[in-house]
């Protein structure tokens, strides 16, 4: 959760909705010049007390994008579970653990629910009071429509997961299965339930 005292807002961030860059974009860049500030637990979803009155924003993204990059995120997290990241390591690569694990399986998983970052965002957001909609894929222009980032402030991408064209990861029986379970995320956001193309 990123909240900005001085300016009366407070933006809730789904995993991987953008969180990572809003922090470097509103809070590092920001230290010193702003009361920008990232509290609690990066995807705390419950608005503190003293922010009850504020402006409030939620990040989300098309469920089919966000699907691939929270299975790579995962596949990420394993190899840091194992101990094979970083200098001096070997240990399977995120292709190796992706034959492990295939994102079908993970897709599986997401429909069940068993842990909340895989959550659809409208599963994630139901407890927030009325909030805008920041939409990842028009971050920068709904950022400044709702006067939250400066004209001409470029938008990082960080936190990255290089995971290519998200087409490439769907079979119609996975695509089926995110069309289900995120029905709600399609609606409510404007998303259409179809594959986006290159």
Same mark, same amino acid.
């Given at each position: ?45 419950t ?17 089919? %994008? ?11 997290? *394993?190899? @840091? #579970?194992?101990? /094979?990241?970083?200098?001096g ?52 222009? %709904? ?11 470029? *938008?990082? @991408? #960080?936190?990255r /997961? ?21 029905r ?15």
């Amino acid at each position: 959760m990123i909240i900005n005292h001085a300016r009366r807002w407070v933006i809730i961030t789904p995993p991987k909705t953008g969180s990572t860059t809003l922090r470097t974009l509103l809070v590092d860049e920001s230290a010193g010049r702003d009361t920008c500030c990232f509290t609690g637990h990066q995807h705390d979803a419950t608005l503190p007390r003293d922010c009850q009155s504020y402006g409030v924003f939620a990040t989300v993204r098309n469920p089919y %994008d966000r699907a691939v990059s929270l299975w790579w995120h995962r596949l990420w997290d *394993i190899r @840091h #579970e194992q101990g /094979t990241v970083g200098a001096g390591c070997s240990g399977p690569s995120v292709a190796a653990l992706a034959c492990e694990h295939p994102f079908s399986e993970f897709v599986g998983w997401m429909a069940t629910a068993e842990a909340f970052f895989a959550w659809p965002c409208t599963r994630w957001l139901r407890f927030v009071p009325a909030y805008r909609v920041l939409r990842l894929e028009s971050l920068g222009a %709904d950022l400044r429509r709702w006067r939250l980032l400066p004209t001409g402030r470029p *938008i990082p @991408h #960080e936190n990255r /997961t290089g995971h290519g064209p998200v087409h490439a990861y769907y079979t119609p029986e996975i695509r089926d299965v995110i069309r289900a379970s995120h029905r709600d995320d399609f609606e409510a956001f404007g998303y259409s339930d179809e594959l986006p193309r290159p």
